[in-house]
Each structure stands twice: as structure tokens, then as C-alpha cells.
């Protein structure tokens, strides 16, 4: 399927004017990275959806349309992720995370945060002090796939069982997948529309909107850069408790970032406050985490009529797993596509897409659907919810087809799309923004900064 045919036929799901579709420029073509899945075309497609869609929003607060251009390489390499701080590359990786031999198949396990890595360890019977990989190869051994899937789910932690397409298709999650939407936008309360701030001629479409950022991993963060990179003004919320991974520096360009902790009443009343404020709330907390402390998305348009909230989950919002926590890496191996990439290497041996596509093109949809939810509350009123899952992109990249020989295509070269410039965690080099907009650029108006550099204040 073709960039454009993808593009077409996701735009349905906003609601917006299928004229918007005749303003996009879409070039290249797939393989531009070693897969023999369309990832190139997933990235370009959900880059244009959410680079068209906040167009078309600006449009709607008064602006002409205008032309927005994604190369497909460049739409590839932004979906890398790849920086550099002070000239050196991040470690994102535990040693002990990957994928692991079991009795029966192989498990991906997913040890990035230290009580993800000592839970799991401690399921082995090893001790988290002094256990190493070679250790956790051999307890693994004795442990059937599904057996460690199940009881690092019982105990809260991050782990997944190889499968084949067929298997998951057989799954009761992979038939309630089957069955959901890419993404959904939903009207989840009654309220007039809401007035916008005015749009400058030379504004980015997004300027002057306000978007509350409680993301943590990776899609949910590069949802709101992009919306950054449209122009809005993005507050990211940490817990101050929290660990975060190293691509934060990365993610938080354009962004204000603030602790709040929420496990206090101090920290719940300046969220509040916030929201007051706030045209989105976007979060991607484990499901049900923000709603126990009193923000679910009905809290919120109770107490912020005209909100778009826009949540993101591993699995989806329907199934038995609709509840279990989940990462791009175990999603990617629960779903099948470790399990076809390794046989279209024709080595048999499992391997992961070469980019973490699943979380890249979740962001870029999350953005979609807030701009296209906020266009629609503009139209018609009320309170939106959006809806976007790792689970849901995985299928939706599955159906977009295969590459023939597309693991043969080299990676892609970053160099031409490189920016350099001065953040809060040192000199950070990254891919700039591949979504073009003739008019009003895409950029950054604020460089990346650490969590609790600003104030908890619009």
C-alpha cells in the first residue's frame, strides 16, 4: 500500500474535510529502512495525518490552508528516534532487557526501569544484586513462554511470550484487536464550542493551544513534540518519584516541563489548575492509573467542559489485556513481527523492526486525533476522547503489507536532516521535524529541559 492510499484511508477516522487530502505532497517510497514490513510508510502516513490535521485546524481558527510536504526518508529517520548529548550517543538499553531462550520458544523482557529489571529477576529466583544476563539465560530455560508471560503479568511486570502471526491471531486479545478501529475519537460530554485564541497570520496552526503532557514512554512523548512542533504550548508533567528513560532529551523539545505529584493534595490541586487551562490532556499512564487519582477522562470534561483528552494504551481499551502494561519492543514480539522478520530473513531467528515504529507512529496518531478532535469540538461542541494503542498501530502497520527484500535496504542515512542546538541536558543533535509546512515551518519555540525546570503555570 502506498504512502497516499494509507494516508486516505486513515483520514476517515478524524471526521475532517476530505479536502484537506488534496494538499498533501507525499514522496519516496519503501524499503528506506531494513524491514519487510512498511515501516516507511507508516511513519510518512501518521507524519502527514498529524501535520495535515493541524493545518486543517488552523484553517478552521481563520488561517488559509497551505501545503504540507513528508519525505519518506525523512519521515523514517525523524521515526529513529536516534540523538546525541555533547556528541554522544545514549545507552537506551539495559543489558538485561531483550529477548530470551525459554523451554519452549523464546520471552522479551523489558528491564529499563530498575523495578521492571528486579521483579523480573526476582520471579527467577535471582538476586537483583548480583544476578547477570548469563544468569537470567539459564533460569529462563526452565520456564515455559506462556508460563513467564502469565506470572510476570500477575506480578505487574513487562514480559512477552514470541509469537507467529497465527498465534496471536488466535489469541482472545488478537481477536478484540481484530475487531477495533485504528483509533477512535470519541464525544464523551455535552459543551458549546470553545473559543480559541486568535491565529496570526504567521502562526503555527497549533499556536496559542494548550496541551498538558502526563506521557512517560516514548509514544506518548513524541505525540506531544509533534503537537509542539505545530506550534502549541506543551507542559510536561512528571512525578518527581518517577524514573524516566534517556530519550527524554529528545522528546521534550518545545516543551515546558514541570513535577507535579499526584499523590498529594498539593500536587492534584496544580493539575487541576492546569486543566482549567488546557485544550488537551494527553496521558499514558498504565490504564486506570490517572482515573484512580481522580482524572479520567469524564473527570475531566466535568470539570473542563470542551476538553480534548487523549489517552494511549499498550493493548487497546478492549480484551483481557486491555488492562496489561506494555512496551513497542514486547508488543512487537507478542504480536508476530519478530517472530515474520526473522523468517523473511530466512534464518528463522527472531527479530525486531529496525525502529520502534509501534510508539512513533502511536505519537503521531495521538496528535492526529487531538487535532482533529479539537477541530470537531470547534464545529460541533462537547468534550472529546481519543483513543490510540501500540496494539491498534501494530495492526495497522500489518496491514499496510510486506516489503519484498526490504531487509536488504540499508539504514537510513540522518546526516541531511540533522539539527544542532543547546538544551538542558547538554548539546543535543537530532532529526528535525520531516513534516513541511509551506507557510509556517515546523520547529521548536523552546529547547528540551530536564523534568521540574519550570514551574507548574501556564
Known sequence: ?????????????????SQALDWIDLTGQDPVSPSSFAVGTAAQASIAAAALAACELGHE???????????????????????????????????????????????????????????????????????????????????????????AADHALVATALRSFAEWDAT????????????????????????????????????????????????????GRAMASFGADLMLANSPSL???????????????????????????????LVEDAHVFSQGYRPGGLAALGFSPEALAARRPGIVAVSLTAYGPQGPWADRRGFDSLVQTAMGFNHAEGEAAGDGKPRALPM?????????????GAAAALWRQQREGGSWHVQVSLAQTGHWLRGLGRIEDGLRAGRPDLSPWLADEISGFGQLRAVRPSAQLARTPAGYSRPSVPPGTDAPYW
Not at 205 to 220: E, N, S, W
Not at 250 to 269: M, V
Not at 356 to 368: K, R, T, V
Request: glycine share 8%.
Open 1 to 17: 500500500m502506498y504512502s497516499r492510499d494509507a494516508l486516505s484511508a486513515l483520514w476517515p477516522l478524524s471526521g475532517l474535510p
Open 61 to 151: 481558527r481563520g488561517a488559509p490552508r497551505q501545503r504540507v510536504a513528508v519525505d519518506m526518508a525523512h519521515a523514517a529517520a525523524e521515526c529513529t528516534g536516534w540523538f546525541t548529548l555533547d556528541g554522544h550517543e545514549p545507552d537506551l538499553w539495559d543489558p538485561l532487557a531483550g529477548l530470551y531462550r525459554c523451554a519452549d520458544g523464546y520471552v522479551r523482557v523489558h528491564t529499563n526501569f530498575r523495578h521492571h529489571r528486579d521483579g523480573a529477576l526476582r520471579l527467577l529466583d535471582l538476586d537483583p544484586a548480583t544476578a547477570t544476563r548469563a544468569n537470567a539465560e539459564q533460569a529462563l530455560l526452565g520456564w515455559n513462554a506462556l508460563d513467564f508471560e502469565q506470572a
Open 172 to 223: 482472545p486479545q488478537g481477536q478484540a484487536l481484530a475487531a477495533q478501529p485504528l483509533m477512535t475519537i470519541t464525544r464523551i460530554g455535552d459543551a458549546p464550542p470553545r473559543s480559541l485564541p486568535a491565529l496570526a497570520a504567521d502562526g503555527l496552526p497549533l499556536a496559542g493551544l494548550r496541551v498538558l503532557d502526563l506521557t512517560r514512554i516514548l509514544a506518548g512523548p513524541v505525540g
Open 243 to 273: 524514573p524516566n528513560i534517556a530519550a527524554i532529551a529528545e522528546t521534550s523539545r518545545g516543551k515546558r516541563s514541570a513535577h507535579i505529584d499526584l499523590r498529594t493534595e498539593i500536587g492534584r490541586e496544580a493539575l487541576w489548575r
Open 356 to 368: 520502534q515504529i509501534l510508539d512513533q507512529a502511536s505519537g503521531f496518531l495521538m496528535a492526529f
